[in-house]
């Protein structure tokens, strides 16, 4: 059984940068493509980024294109999230999912965390 735990949350200025991990116990996150999920207050969940089962590739949201990067260290069994140039809009829980499918998927997932808090204000 999949667990994931998301971690690196917190508050940060508009401009700043975080990173977020999502460490992975009892399989290789490797055999999963992986998905980050943020939902605001008020607003539905919506998919920020994905890597796909092995491989590596990757997709983003068009707000946060070119400000995130989704990445994978196999060794530690965790995929990150990294933010630059982050906005008041960006202001959400994160939360990273998994699903066993190879290609990236926006849908229901098997496996979610339990959810990061990113709050971007001055």
């Known amino acids: 059984q999949l667990q994931l735990v998301e971690s690196g949350g917190g508050l940060v200025q508009p401009g700043g940068s975080l990173r977020l991990s999502c460490a992975a116990s009892?399989?290789?996150?490797?055999?999963?493509?992986i998905v980050w999920f943020r939902q605001a207050p008020g607003k539905e969940r919506e998919g920020v980024s994905c890597i796909r089962k092995s491989g590596g590739s990757t997709n983003y949201k068009d707000s946060v294109k070119g400000r995130f990067t989704i990445s994978r260290d196999s060794a530690k069994n965790t995929v990150y999230l990294q933010m630059n140039s982050l906005k008041p809009e960006d202001t959400a829980v994160y939360y990273c999912?998994?699903?066993?499918?190879?290609?990236?998927?926006?849908?229901?997932?098997?496996?979610w965390g339990q959810g990061t808090q990113v709050t971007v204000s001055s």
């Open positions: 999912a998994a699903s066993s499918r190879t290609l990236c998927y926006y849908g229901s997932q098997e496996y």
């Open positions: 009892g399989d290789t996150l490797e055999n999963y493509a």
